[in-house]
């Protein structure tokens, strides 16, 4: 080996940077997705874990598990499980009340798992006509890009739009009776129901169904068809040992997804049934803001079952993705 001139040596000590320098270096790449963690730290993770903290606090800062046994109300779950168990050996229903806030969760339960089932059905034969239907290429393109829009259209304008519409005095409810000759207020419809309420967290699950659902269709290979035409598969047999096989994590995924989306809605519901309909996230704000039912650290507990909830539904939907994720890639 050839020793290197005296200068040749100078540039290349100049040139070859220190090692303490090359570590001192700010990580860059990181700065992209500096804002995101920032804005999920502050809004999303530390206002978790006070609502967490609070559940299991008093007013005096003391640990306590009175808050979480307060959401059962145990004195009223034991007369609605007696006069349950009394109904059921009498066979007469004794109109048995679940203790206010559990029945609080029951309902925004029932709710949204209805609109999410009526969301995923809707919204998934409306993606399978626009991907596999044969239909011109600008439906699908209008089509995903209404559903992006409509999926966040909720909260104010949207109880404003629907009470335009299916109130007493709305567009379609004059229209039915005027032209048609069916009240359907008559017939039990009321906007401020369960139904009426339902019906209007369904029109942002379909697009919402749309948008998630779109490209696990998309990712249904054209050489299975083929070879299941090969084999002499019809197209009911394709589609039922096939397709529903390979999007069925896909499907229940995304159910899960827009149940957890719908418990969680509060702007629409309240603007839409104020106080009339209680479902659990009213309830939460009547004990944290209300002047009457105030109570901040019974709703901190009730914003923890909610989070249980919602976190649940989002470990079987992130599961349910990857098993579909192994298909379609």
Not at 139 to 158: D, Q, Y
Not at 162 to 180: K, S, Y
Not at 263 to 287: D, E, K
Request: aromatic content about 14%; glycine content about 8%; charged content about 10%.
């Amino acid at each position: 080996m050839t020793d290197l001139p005296f200068s040749d040596q100078a540039v290349a000590g100049k040139t070859a940077p220190p090692a303490e320098a090359r570590s001192l270096r700010l990580p860059t790449q990181w700065l992209g997705v500096a804002p995101f963690f920032i804005f999920a730290i502050m809004f999303l993770i530390l206002p978790t874990l006070y609502l967490m903290l609070g559940a299991f606090q008093n007013d005096a800062g003391e640990f306590t598990f009175n808050n979480i046994v307060g959401i059962f109300d145990p004195p009223n779950l034991a007369n609605y499980m007696q006069c349950q168990y009394d109904s059921w050996m009498s066979w007469v229903d004794g109109n048995c009340k679940l203790p206010s806030i559990l029945a609080a969760y029951w309902i925004s339960i029932k709710i949204s798992l209805a609109s999410s089932l009526i969301g995923a059905f809707a919204g998934l034969a409306i993606a399978i006509a626009i991907v596999r239907g044969g239909l011109p290429d600008w439906i699908r393109s209008a089509t995903l890009t209404f559903s992006g829009v409509a999926s966040n259209f909720a909260g104010v304008p949207l109880a404003f739009a629907f009470l335009a519409t299916l109130g007493r005095l709305g567009l379609a409810t004059v229209i039915l009776n005027t032209v048609f000759g069916l009240n359907i207020y008559a017939h039990g419809f009321n906007i401020l129901s369960f139904w009426g309420l339902t019906l209007t967290y369904v029109y942002f699950q379909i697009p919402l169904m749309v948008v998630i659902i779109v490209p696990a269709i998309d990712g249904l290979k054209k050489e299975w068809g083929e070879a299941a035409a090969t084999l002499g598969a019809t197209m009911s047999q394709y589609w039922r040992m096939v397709v529903i096989p390979v999007i069925w994590p896909s499907f229940l995924g995304t159910v899960i997804l827009l149940f957890a989306n719908a418990f969680g809605a509060i702007a629409t519901a309240y603007a839409l049934t104020g106080s009339s309909l209680n479902i659990i996230p009213i309830v939460l704000y009547a004990q944290i803001r209300g002047d009457v039912l105030h109570n901040a650290h019974l709703g901190y507990a009730i914003a923890f079952g909610m989070i249980v909830i919602t976190g649940l539904a989002n470990v079987f939907y992130i599961w349910f993705r990857t098993r579909s994720e192994r298909w379609l890639k």
